[in-house]
């Protein structure tokens, strides 16, 4: 897919990521514990990379396209894309 992640913003109970196509996807943070868990700034030190979401002080990465697929961890997740 190659989608490319252009930001990303959170809410007390999800994680937004605005695409460079336009679109915006809504994530339960409950889906990426280390997220979920994690204080504010370090949900902030978030580095965007062509393919992916990357916070290195929780170790935790997410591929853009296994959001668009629905794919978490190898599990299958239904996501909707909000316009």
């Known amino acids: 897919m190659n989608a490319s992640a252009e930001s990303v913003r959170f809410d007390e109970y999800t994680l937004w990521v605005d695409l460079q ?7 339960p943070l409950a889906w990426f514990p280390k997220l979920f868990n994690a204080t ?5 030190a978030c580095r965007i990379s062509r393919y992916g979401l990357h916070w290195e002080n929780i170790d935790e990465d997410i591929l853009v396209d296994d959001l668009l697929a629905g794919n978490q961890n190898g599990q299958g997740i239904h996501l909707k894309a909000a316009t």
Not at 21 to 27: C, I, P, W
Not at 40 to 44: L, M
């Open 21 to 27: 196509d336009g679109r915006t996807l809504g994530v």
């Open 40 to 44: 504010p700034a370090q949900r902030d």
